[in-house]
Nanobody, 123 residues
Framework: QVQQEESGGGLVPGGGSLRLSCAAS????????MGWFRQAPGKERRFVATISWSGGSTYYADSVKGRFTISRDNAKNTVYLQMNSLSPEDTAVYFCAAARGVLTRTGVEYDYWGQGTQVTVSS
């Protein structure tokens, strides 16, 4: 059974930083593309960042480029999202996801999802 558990969310003032983690089990983590998505209240889920199985390739949504960094530690079966210069517009539930295929920003191409962690940025 595949499980993915996000952690690291919370309340942070505007301009602050948070580091999200997603620990995965039940899958061969090092062979999966990993991604982060977010869903703000009343809005659809949107792509944030993705990283290849080796960590050698990454891709970001324009809205977070230069502020967020995705990384992974295959020895720990964990993917991270370092978020800097946070603004209230970044407030959302953040989900990690695993895909068998190549790097992708399309949610439907991800096979497994975590339950999400809430990030709230105050103004």
């Amino acid at each position: 059974q595949v499980q993915q558990e996000e952690s690291g969310g919370g309340l942070v003032p505007g301009g602050g930083s948070l580091r999200l983690s997603c620990a995965a089990s039940g899958l061969t983590f090092s062979t999966y593309t990993m991604g982060w998505f977010r869903q703000a209240p009343g809005k659809e889920r949107r792509f944030v960042a993705t990283i290849s199985w080796s960590g050698g390739s990454t891709y970001y949504a324009d809205s977070v480029k230069g502020r967020f960094t995705i990384s992974r530690d295959n020895a720990k079966n964990t993917v991270y999202l370092q978020m800097n210069s946070l603004s209230p517009e970044d407030t959302a539930v953040y989900f990690c996801a695993a895909a068998r295929g190549v790097l992708t920003r399309t949610g439907v191409e991800y096979d497994y999802w975590g339950q999400g962690t809430q990030v709230t940025v105050s103004s």
